[in-house]
């Protein structure tokens, strides 16, 4: 079964949107555009009846989320209230305390059975330590094998997990987060070729589904995110 993104045109790139139970990773340098887009897709998702969860990690704390938020029309202070979408903060302590802490926190998180959750950015949750040793960080298998209980943990519990990461085009394909990704979703700002100024959105990755390739533009404004819709089909979320 297929879920909406709520970012107009997008799940027509997907060729109909996103699969229950899958990760996606939302990666982009600095100011492309990872946060708004995240936040569009949360209020929609919850505004329409899902349990959405939004967790910030050593970035942007609630309240400048709030602030964030409320200067586009998607926003709504009701599902904020009523509990459908819940905007956290990783306390630092626990990422201190290193990876098993920090797994734990997101098995419980996923216990709760949400719909979708945001982790913003997951890139710093690899630069934790070991829970039972000081002084060094994960070693690259570590740091798999943590991702992969991480993942497993929303997959068990039905979510949508969308984790972003401050990654430039030519990093991404070495990331741990996109290996593991059943989607890669990249946001850029910049054209590779002319230097030019450009904000685009293109799909890597869609694990056991197609998608609709090439760099599509990409458009932030007070309604959110959008791409652009030339050349892409009406395709129907089933």
């Known amino acids: 079964m297929l879920s909406p993104t709520y970012i107009p045109n997008l799940d027509?790139?997907?060729?109909?949107?996103?699969?229950q139970r899958s990760s996606i990773l939302i990666a982009g340098p600095t100011g492309s555009g990872r946060t708004v887009t995240c936040l569009h897709s949360l209020f929609k998702a919850a505004k329409a009846g899902e349990k959405c969860v939004y967790i910030t990690v050593l970035s942007?704390?609630?309240?400048?989320?709030?602030?964030?938020?409320?200067?586009?029309?998607?926003?709504?202070?009701?599902?904020?209230?009523?509990?459908?979408?819940k905007l956290l903060e990783?306390?630092?302590?626990?990422?201190?305390?290193?990876?098993?802490?920090?797994?734990?926190?997101?098995?419980?998180?996923?216990?709760?059975?949400?719909?979708?959750?945001v982790i913003d950015p997951a890139t710093l949750l690899l630069c934790i330590s070991p829970s039972f040793e000081d002084g060094r960080e994960l070693?690259?298998?570590?740091?798999?094998?943590?991702?992969?209980?991480?993942?497993?943990?929303?997959?068990a519990s039905n979510t949508i997990l969308?984790?972003?990461?401050?990654?430039?085009?030519?990093?991404?394909?070495?990331?741990?987060?996109?290996?593991?990704?059943?989607?890669?979703?990249?946001?850029?700002?910049?054209?590779?070729?002319?230097?030019?100024?450009?904000?685009?959105?293109?799909?890597?990755?869609?694990?056991?589904?197609g998608f609709f390739a090439g760099k599509h533009d990409l458009e932030l404004s007070f309604n959110g995110s959008s791409v652009a819709s030339k050349n892409l089909p009406d395709i129907e979320i089933s």
Do not use: W
Request: hydrophobic residues 40%.
């Open 162 to 209: 969308v984790v972003t990461a401050d990654l430039t085009a030519s990093e991404i394909s070495n990331s741990i987060l996109s290996h593991l990704s059943d989607v890669v979703i990249e946001l850029g700002d910049r054209d590779q070729r002319s230097n030019e100024e450009r904000r685009y959105l293109r799909v890597i990755k869609s694990r056991g589904r």
């Open 60 to 85: 942007e704390p609630v309240n400048k989320l709030l602030e964030i938020a409320q200067n586009y029309s998607f926003f709504d202070d009701e599902v904020l209230k009523c509990g459908n979408l």
């Open 139 to 155: 070693l690259p298998l570590e740091k798999r094998s943590f991702c992969v209980n991480l993942f497993r943990a929303f997959e």
């Open 12 to 19: 027509a790139i997907l060729h109909g949107g996103l699969m």
């Open 90 to 117: 990783l306390d630092r302590e626990i990422l201190t305390k290193g990876d098993y802490a920090t797994l734990k926190y997101f098995h419980t998180l996923a216990q709760d059975n949400p719909d979708r959750v």
